[in-house]
């Protein structure tokens, strides 16, 4: 099957006609219709209001013979009519004011703008011709030259026709979209855009994906200089808002439908992920591809960037299909009213324009009647009362657009530049002048250029392409109440001053989404991290894919999607979800806490304990085995072992500035103490072993007591130590905020650490001093033997607090209080056990032992 065929056939399914089969025969009177109306001055207007097919009867030519009998289909555009009609509405104000253009007449001249290349200078060479056979420089028929063109729902049109109307420096004014590319004075020096400038469609879009949250977007636009700037515009704004694009299709004029479309180059059902589709572009080219791509535009939301919707509903012979397809969908449509013009439209009978053969044809398409004059045997007759009033069905077609409203711009700013122009001759002229000067094209740009008026909307008419305009566009769904009915409702605007005074209202209560959705649509690459997460970007993939990352330690998000995780304050604490900061709890190494608690019963036991054991000493202090070890030095002993064990009371309990001095003060100072009386006892063993040896100077400085001037001389130095602690760096309160996760810690901070150590390594020296000492006498004669206790008690005192230093550099917090504290009552412990436990067993279990006879006899 031949590509004409294929053509034809597609053409006559398609929606652009809503014709029967029977009515062809009526449109064989349709020879190159055109619409005049005679004036004292003629517009030459192109609006596309039709569009023709041409196939061949034998489609299957082999081209060795001419080809057969063509078939010639005129197709309506009667959605573009409403111009046609705008442009009678606009010239009748005009021919009625009397303060405009007075004793002065407008007309015009509509030809058919087609868009097909191959036809684009048809309109413009039969307007110069005025017969079909194009004849340059030779004007038939209808004697006028062209003064003014007003055309282009497409730029491309305007463009083409420009390059011939140039020649002869007629203006052109155009009421399509504004066009960058036409704005080129270089290029196009005698041409002028009626639109203004779009500055808030695409941040009107935006604001409406923003609004729901849609950030995987697919996008169809018409491949010409509009779409792809339209495309550029929107894609840079996008790109700051985190928004992607899954795919962007580009659709190319009817002419090229079939190769895209046949050899699958619009490949969108890759894209199920993709749940909102943005066109911006010529509809024809979207409903021509609709029956291919039926399937995935089903249950997706169109946002239509233009008043596409009305135009989709006054297309669709098949309602099912157009409600069923856009059920939930979108259109942007620009606020515009030309005043008086609706009721211009409900008065309007088949009978107002009897020589306009599209205004017959209009009346014969659409309401199945035949005005009167028109030859159309298949219709009845027209009713008298008839009127577009009574067209329900074409209501929304009859819906003012933005060309219309263009339309109607152009034709009062060319008016109010002709006025000022034939003013100026008036003024400059003499009245033989006036009467028989003519009015030449390029005489009209000076005026039309600086031409400044305000419409009767209160918008004002300019060429300026940098005026600053508010922009109103309402935001509308489409709404489908039975199977058969629909209605096209606003839901929103937005409002647009500058970039940064802008508007956007949405009602979603009053929007009914695609029967597949039962809520608001998602359309997302990757669904949002929620809070506790934060996005991280996947490499070679667009920004709105991304993996959800759960927040690091000490890091939260609390809003979707955040970019990165923020940290929280040193005195807060994250939640298990990562998602909230939480105050951290005061707290410290107390006695309401376990282990704070146990330390100190640890601590009350032992004391009471070495009161005990002072208390036995005390009453047997006549007893040979308390005079044998020196009953004052153990006196001294047992009270700093107390004191060992009362100050361990200073590390539990909240810290102040008191006890965090006292409490490494007055560990030093009695451990000091403690360490130095033991090793006064051992110097007294050795001195009492080596009385009984010949020797006056031992005896003397036994019997002098010189063993007791150690414990003041360490105790100074230490006190020493101490007060040089306290002098340069001493302990104060701090808080610990990393050690517990929800807690802050109250502690006492050593201030200087170096002294802390000093102390302890004292404290070292002498313990190791006294451990050595008792070393070497541990193999006295038994009657001797507190040698071998102060050896291991030592030895577990220096055990003790060599463990300690590690571990307390390995631990945190209250741990590290307890530590010091457990090394405290431990080595308390062991002095107090391993010297008088064994004392105490002899007193109460071993009396026999106890006795000067037993020692002399044992001796």
């Known amino acids: 099957m031949s590509f004409p065929l294929l053509c034809?056939?597609?053409?006559?399914?398609?929606?652009?006609?809503?014709?029967?089969?029977?009515?062809?025969?009526?449109?064989?009177?349709?020879?190159?219709?055109?619409?005049?109306?005679?004036?004292?001055?003629?517009?030459?207007v192109f609006i596309p209001i039709y569009t023709t097919v041409e196939a061949h009867i034998n489609f299957m030519n082999n081209f060795d013979s001419e080809p057969s009998l063509l078939w010639k289909i005129f197709l309506p555009k009667w959605r573009n009519y409403l111009y046609l009609l705008t442009l009678y509405f606009a010239i009748g104000q005009i021919n009625k004011d009397t303060q405009l253009l007075p004793n002065v007449t407008l007309g015009f001249h509509v030809y058919n703008a087609f868009n097909s290349n191959k036809r684009t200078?048809?309109?413009?060479?039969?307007?110069?011709?005025?017969?079909?056979?194009?004849?340059?420089?030779?004007?038939?028929?209808?004697?006028?030259?062209?003064?003014?063109?007003?055309?282009?729902?497409?730029?491309?049109?305007?463009?083409?026709?420009?390059?011939?109307?140039?020649?002869?420096?007629?203006p052109q004014v155009t009421y399509g979209p504004f066009d960058s590319m036409l704005s080129d004075k270089d290029t196009f020096p005698t041409l002028y855009?009626?639109?203004?400038?779009?500055?808030?469609?695409?941040?009107?879009?935006?604001?409406?994906?923003?609004?729901?949250?849609?950030?995987?977007?697919?996008?169809?636009?018409?491949?010409?200089?509009?779409?792809?700037?339209?495309?550029?515009?929107?894609?840079?704004?996008?790109?700051?808002?985190?928004?992607?694009?899954?795919?962007?299709?580009?659709?190319?004029?009817?002419?090229?439908?079939?190769?895209?479309?046949?050899?699958?180059?619009?490949?969108?059902?890759?894209?199920?992920?993709?749940?909102?589709?943005?066109?911006?572009?010529?509809?024809?080219?979207?409903?021509?591809?609709?029956?291919?791509?039926?399937?995935?535009?089903?249950?997706?939301?169109?946002?239509?960037?233009?008043?596409?919707?009305?135009?989709?509903?006054?297309?669709?012979?098949?309602?099912?299909?157009?409600?069923?397809?856009?059920?939930?969908?979108?259109?942007?449509?620009k606020r515009r009213s030309i005043p008086g013009f609706?009721?211009?439209?409900?008065?309007?009978?088949?009978?107002?324009?009897?020589?306009?053969?599209?205004?017959?044809?209009?009346?014969?398409?659409?309401?199945?009647?035949?005005?009167?004059?028109?030859?159309?045997?298949?219709?009845?007759?027209?009713?008298?009362?008839i009127s577009l009033k009574t067209g329900d069905e074409i209501n929304d077609v009859m819906t003012t657009s933005e060309p219309s409203y263009s339309i109607w711009n152009a034709v009062y700013a060319v008016a109010h530049a002709l006025h000022k122009m034939l003013l100026t001759k008036t003024e400059m002229g003499p009245m033989d002048d006036r009467n028989k000067g003519e009015i030449l094209p390029w005489q009209l740009h000076p005026f039309l250029r600086k031409i400044k008026v305000t419409n009767a909307a209160g918008?004002?008419?300019?060429?300026?392409?940098?005026?600053?305009?508010?922009?109103?566009?309402?935001?509308?769904?489409?709404?489908?109440?039975?199977?058969?009915?629909?209605?096209?409702?606003?839901?929103?605007?937005?409002?647009?001053?500058?970039?940064?005074?802008?508007?956007?209202?949405?009602?979603?209560?009053?929007?009914?989404?695609?029967?597949?959705?039962?809520?608001?649509?998602?359309?997302?690459?990757?669904?949002?991290?929620?809070?506790?997460?934060?996005?991280?970007l996947q490499e070679e993939r667009p920004i709105c894919c991304f993996s959800c990352v759960f927040c690091p330690e000490w890091h939260i998000s609390n809003q979707t999607d955040q970019q990165e995780c923020s940290a929280c304050l040193s005195q807060d604490y994250p939640n298990p979800e990562r998602n909230q900061c939480?105050?951290?709890?005061?707290?410290?190494?107390?006695?309401?806490?376990?282990?704070?608690?146990?330390?100190?019963?640890?601590?009350?036991?032992?004391?009471?304990?070495?009161?005990?054991?002072?208390?036995?000493?005390?009453?047997?202090?006549?007893?040979?085995?308390?005079?044998a070890n020196n009953k004052t030095l153990s006196y001294i002993l047992l009270i700093s072992i107390l004191f060992c064990f009362l100050c361990s009371f200073f590390f539990i309990g909240r810290p102040n500035t008191v006890s965090c001095i006292l409490q490494q003060i007055t560990f030093a100072l009695v451990f000091t103490l403690a360490i130095s009386t033991v090793l006064a006892k051992t110097i007294t063993v050795i001195l009492a072993f080596r009385i009984v040896k010949p020797g006056r100077t031992m005896r003397r400085l036994f019997v002098s007591g010189i063993y007791n001037a150690v414990i003041p001389i360490c105790v100074l130095i230490q006190l020493i130590l101490s007060g040089v602690w306290l002098g340069t760096s001493?302990?104060?309160?701090?808080?610990?905020?990393?050690?517990?996760?929800?807690?802050?810690?109250?502690?006492?901070?050593?201030?200087s650490a170096t002294a802390f150590y000093c102390v302890l390594a004292y404290l070292g020296t002498l313990a190791l001093g006294s451990f050595t000492v008792a070393f070497l006498v541990r193999n006295l004669p038994d009657t001797f033997n507190e040698a071998?206790?102060?050896?291991?008690?030592?030895?577990?005192?220096?055990?003790?607090?060599?463990?300690f230093i590690p571990v307390y550099q390995s631990t945190k917090g209250k741990a590290m209080v307890a530590v010091e504290v457990f090394s405290i009552l431990a080595s308390s412990a062991g002095l107090l056990v391993c010297i008088f436990f064994p004392k105490c067993y002899i007193i109460f279990l071993r009396p026999n032992k106890n006795s000067l006879r037993h020692l002399k006899n044992k001796n």
Request: a negative charge.
């Open 8 to 44: 034809l056939l597609l053409l006559l399914q398609s929606p652009f006609t809503s014709m029967e089969g029977t009515h062809h025969s009526c449109f064989d009177y349709w020879q190159q219709p055109n619409t005049y109306m005679k004036a004292d001055i003629i517009l030459d």
């Open 121 to 170: 200078l048809e309109g413009l060479l039969m307007l110069m011709s005025g017969i079909r056979e194009y004849v340059p420089n030779y004007k038939c028929k209808t004697q006028h030259k062209a003064l003014e063109i007003i055309s282009g729902t497409k730029s491309e049109f305007s463009a083409a026709i420009g390059t011939l109307s140039e020649l002869y420096k007629v």
């Open 193 to 333: 855009q009626m639109s203004p400038k779009d500055r808030a469609l695409t941040q009107g879009l935006i604001s409406l994906l923003l609004h729901f949250g849609w950030k995987w977007l697919g996008v169809i636009v018409s491949d010409d200089g509009i779409g792809r700037e339209f495309l550029s515009d929107l894609t840079v704004k996008i790109g700051s808002e985190d928004i992607c694009m899954a795919f962007t299709e580009k659709l190319s004029d009817n002419s090229k439908y079939r190769i895209i479309y046949d050899y699958g180059l619009l490949n969108l059902y890759q894209h199920i992920q993709v749940n909102v589709i943005l066109f911006y572009g010529n509809m024809d080219d979207l409903v021509i591809s609709l029956p291919y791509i039926k399937k995935f535009l089903r249950r997706k939301v169109w946002i239509m960037a233009k008043q596409h919707l009305t135009y989709l509903e006054s297309t669709f012979n098949d309602r099912n299909f157009w409600i069923y397809a856009f059920r939930g969908s979108f259109s942007f449509s």
């Open 342 to 385: 609706k009721h211009f439209l409900e008065a309007l009978t088949p009978s107002q324009y009897p020589g306009d053969s599209y205004f017959s044809k209009f009346w014969v398409d659409n309401f199945d009647c035949s005005p009167l004059g028109f030859l159309c045997e298949k219709f009845k007759p027209c009713p008298a009362n």
């Open 459 to 536: 918008d004002e008419i300019s060429f300026d392409e940098n005026k600053n305009v508010m922009e109103t566009y309402d935001i509308q769904n489409f709404i489908a109440y039975s199977k058969q009915n629909s209605l096209i409702l606003k839901v929103g605007e937005f409002v647009f001053k500058s970039p940064q005074d802008q508007g956007f209202f949405i009602n979603e209560v009053l929007i009914q989404w695609p029967s597949n959705f039962n809520q608001t649509p998602q359309s997302v690459c990757t669904q949002s991290c929620g809070p506790g997460f934060w996005k991280v």
């Open 582 to 627: 939480l105050p951290k709890a005061v707290t410290f190494l107390s006695f309401e806490d376990p282990l704070g608690m146990a330390l100190a019963c640890t601590a009350l036991f032992f004391s009471v304990s070495t009161v005990i054991v002072l208390g036995i000493f005390l009453k047997h202090r006549e007893s040979a085995i308390v005079k």
């Open 730 to 751: 001493p302990p104060y309160i701090d808080t610990d905020i990393h050690s517990e996760h929800a807690h802050v810690i109250i502690l006492c901070n050593k201030g």
């Open 788 to 803: 071998k206790f102060l050896t291991f008690s030592m030895l577990v005192f220096l055990s003790v607090w060599v463990t």
